[in-house]
């Protein structure tokens, strides 16, 4: 089975807006009303993998009997004329899953690295156990980069889920 997360609208490559840095906003005190406050800062992440920029595959694994260690799969890929930033800081983490034991939650350059991570891919194995029989969904997030070839770098954010059934 496979799941991949983070999927929104696909837009084709043509479809998409160039990027234009926001106007300041201008903000009006009216009389007698509150006192006009600053925006907060901006809590967003970086926008997830585009179609054109690569491919994000989770690989879930197989239904196994409760208790039973499982092993699922996470692969990045570029497409064409993309590459994967080794030098950045990657990071793969999964939130705890109440019934799921994880043998790892945290994988990163600093510290648990990735089974495989150069320019043509991404790589990452997750070992999950069930603890009783049903289905699970373990979510969480991968923070990466990809770049145009001798260009650009593009920080990503992607939301994870791994399905784990026990049978």
Not at 49 to 75: C, H, I, K, N
Not at 119 to 137: N, P, S, W
């Amino acid at each position: 089975m496979i799941g991949l997360a983070g999927c929104g609208r696909t837009a084709p490559p043509g479809d998409l807006p160039a990027v234009v840095p926001a106007e300041p906003v201008e903000r009006v005190a009216v009389p007698g009303g509150p006192p006009v406050a600053e925006p907060a800062p901006s809590t967003r992440v970086n926008p997830p993998l585009r179609p054109e920029e690569g491919r994000l595959d989770v690989l879930s694994p197989a239904e196994a009997p409760p208790g039973t260690p499982t092993t699922a799969y996470l692969r990045v890929t570029p497409s064409r004329g993309y590459e994967i930033n080794e030098r950045f800081h990657y990071q793969l983490t999964l939130d705890p899953t109440p019934g799921v034991t994880l043998a790892q939650s945290v994988w990163s350059a600093g510290g648990h690295p990735a089974d495989r991570v150069d320019e043509h891919e991404l790589a990452i194995t997750m070992k999950l156990t069930a603890e009783q029989r049903g289905d699970y969904v373990v979510r969480g997030r991968l923070e990466f980069a990809v770049c145009k070839i001798n260009s650009q770098c593009l920080p990503k954010s992607m939301p994870v889920a791994v399905l784990v059934a026990a049978r």
